[in-house]
């Protein structure tokens, strides 16, 4: 019997033909799985960047909502400065805007008027917006919210979009001019770096946005195979095969065609939620398919292979007899048994975790590498339905999984593909969970599972991200100019210097201007922050990104630089020095700069400069050395007696003032403890002093106190102290003002025994005066009672104003008695509330309120220091004035009080007949009047009084008034202070 018969041959062939037949279906299928792949990774590339922009987008509205829109303050003022050109808003304005540039990184940001004329900015350049911005600015202001511009080119090439935020003004003021404030971004910021970014290296793979504009497709950002021109590059839209064509037209997702070099591509179609841009991601075919078109060559390898081996078996075969047929059958099964050993051998020694799973669900085995991935046994899982329980004890999250994993397998089973790699979190035998990347491949009914630990990447990865969001926070916040150069040529020059052997190598440079010069022209600025074109006055990078001879034009070595060249030559890597460098407009600047140069292993010419504006502090210093000066000066020169005192009462300066005044020498004064030289009686009031300012109850303190002069006597001095605290709030010292009194006390003393003296005086005298007075007005009265009838008319009427002048005198007489006791006969002051005070007034004029009909309206009024009863006098004095100075209407009377710097301000105000104010002074005179006796009574010193009152509380007192409209008169007294003085 022969092993090959026709029957059998004609198998072979079929199963050739059934090989080459899988063989071709392995490329189609490889090949869609391929492309599945590609749209994958080019569709979750795009909708990533999508979020990102969209997120960045909301960001800059809110941003701009929040700071310009919500803040009603800042609109106010620049409206009216837009209205008024007042300089001071301007400065605010610039201020506000410099600040959100620098935060922010804008651009630029200047306001536009609705016809998009620039009439405010930060530069002087004259600024129209282009037509689609300058619609979107018509369309911010209808609609009262902030928009996002179209990118469009500036003039250096550059891409740029803004946000425009409406500056409203009242809805009902629809004669308001309106405007809008443009905050310009350069794509390069963002965009460009968004969509230049790849989560892989790629040889062709690129991210770019798109627009329609007209019948053309417009490419909005910076294309990776082709160079920036002067404008955004266009298409026509009628190229059919451009993927960006298809995306304007409507198309979306995964497409094939030819990109703008006219090369077959990969892409997918992402339109930008919110705008007329789409974002498209792409790579070439070429690319995308080299690993399948590998795969595809090694299988077509093994067909010829196989194709070769079946010809050659085939002949083989043929040969053999009958005899050999059952031993190649038992090879055959010896074989089989090898492989399958191999196979098992294979994973167990894999050092990826694998497990095998039959069709029936059983866990047929898994490697080492699975165990120690997850810590079960055999014991542990013996079925699957064990492993599922342990891996994912919640319920919820466990169907979750089932569901995909089953629905991956079908999909993989189906299309004949690789399990769909999936993360899941497993939990361990030990409890602990971790980040599990599990995929795989069936075979028949059966797969075989292959797990990655992805935990540590995941949480690498969350740090990175971190990392990258806290280095990019801190570049925005940092408030100094940052920037790199390269000095590679100039570390070879400078290293070539170091064979000559040379020792002083700042003299040498000193003597080579040449060199320097050089090496000045070599130094190339490569990469600035924001805060340098702020501060350096630069309006692109383009201005710094030169040499430092360029961007400074320095005509010649300057000093700063041989000083970096000599820390170089010395081999230091950090370097610090003050330095003045002209901005870019010629303004010249103090900086503090601090440079790290690259050490011994680090080849790559790199330096980072940092440096922080320092011109306004040095003028500080300067501000503060003159004031110093002038401090000093006016310390050691003044006519007062001048001290610094320590917390603890040491003398710890004095000027030559005080020394002499106590007839002492400075030196002897100095370091001396301040009771040494105070009187006894006059020590716990300083002491009261010193723990009532360190305490902080009070800013400064005024005192009388005595000081003991050498030669033992004393004398009298009016002191004045403040406590200086430094900025943590701590103490520092006193500072004394020392005025010598002593003549002033004695005379004070003198004025008193007079003012007694006249005192006694004024009494007696009026007593004396008062008695013959009593007498003629009582005779007169009895005269006029006994001879009344005997007299005739006219004899009544003398009598009549003989009794009236007594009795009027009796009342001047009475008055000056009181205005000469104001001073002398007053009360001790103490604490006492005005609204009580004036209460008093109201109650002792009850009787004239009544008949008057007055209305007397009293506010909230303070507690005060006073003497009760003047006080009372002066509020009843004005209110009866109120009263008796009334016109036909009923008295209206209001009593208020309000703070004013350390005093309370009182008034009182009625609708009286008034007064010209050419007679505000004369009022206040004694026995002086405006109005006829016979009208209105009285003595004409009442004002008087008040005022002497009011002097004698340390305050002012003056009148405003209108003939028929009322008057209205105020007086002050101290606000009260810690002690209720």
Known sequence: MKIITKSNFLLGSAGLLVLVILSIFYFITSLRTT???????????????????????????????????????FTRIVRDHLKNNDQALKSQISNRFTSLISYYNYHNIFIADFSGKQVFGLNHETIELEEEALLTLHKSINERKPLLTPIHLDQAGDPHFGVIVPLLGELEDNNAENYGIVMQLEASIFIDNLLSSWPVTTESAEALMVRKKGDQVQFLTQLRFQERENSLIQIPLANQDLPAAKAIKGQTGFVEGKDYRNIEVYAYLYPV???????????DKSEALQTWRHGAMLVFSMLIGVLILFIVAIKLIIQRRESKYYKTLLDMEVE???????????????????????????????????????????????????????????EKYRKWVLGNWNEAIEHAAKNNTAIKP???????????????????????????????DMTERRKAEEELRQSKLNFESLYRAVPASIWDEDWTEVIELVNSLKKENISNYKEYFESHHDFVNECLSKVKITDVNDETLVMFEAKSKEDMLQSLATVFNTPDTYPGFIGELVALANGKTLYKTEMDLNTVTGNLITFLLSMTFPDENDNSGRVIVALTDISELKKSEEQLKQSEDKFRKIFEKSRVGKSLTTPDGRLLQINTTFAEMLGYTKEEMENINFAEITHPDDIAESKHCIQTLLAGERDDYTMKKRYMHKNGEYIWASVGTYLLRDSAGAPVYFITSILNINDLVRLNDALDKSNKELEQFAYVASHDLQEPLRMVASYTQLLELKYKDKLDEKAGVYIKYAVDGAKRMQGLINDLLLLSRVGTKGKPFEISDGGIVVDMALENLQKSIEESNAI??????????????????????????????RGNDPPSIVINAKEMGAFWEFSVKDNGIGFEMEYKDRIFQVFQRLNERDKYAGSGIGLSIVKKIVERHDGKLWVESVPGNGSCFYFTLPIMNGRGE
Request: charge should be negative; charged fraction near 25%.
């Open 35 to 73: 492309k599945s792949q590609i749209e994958f990774d080019l569709k979750s590339v795009a909708s990533g960047k999508v979020e990102q922009l969209d997120f960045w987008r909301s960001e800059r509205l809110a941003d701009a909502n929040v700071l310009l829109i919500e803040d009603k303050v």
């Open 273 to 283: 939620p919110n705008s007329p841009w789409f974002l498209i991601t792409k790579i």
């Open 336 to 394: 089989k048994s090898e492989s399958e050993a191999r196979f098992t051998q294979l994973i167990e020694a894999s050092p990826v975790p694998q497990a095998f799973i039959d069709g029936s669900g059983k866990l047929v085995y898994w490697n080492d590498s699975f165990q120690q991935m997850f810590g079960y046994t055999h014991e542990d899982i013996p079925t699957l339905e064990e492993w599922w329980l342990l891996a994912y004890p919640d």
């Open 422 to 452: 999936i993360e899941y979190n497993v939990t361990r035998k030990d409890g602990s969970v971790l980040i599990a990347e599990i995929s795989g491949v069936t075979i028949g009914d059966s797969f075989l599972a292959t797990f990655a």
């Open 856 to 885: 007397i309206t009293v506010d909230e009024l303070p507690e005060i220091y006073c003497d009760v009863s003047q006080l009372v006098q002066v509020f009843q004095n004005l209110i009866s004035n109120a009263i008796k100075f």
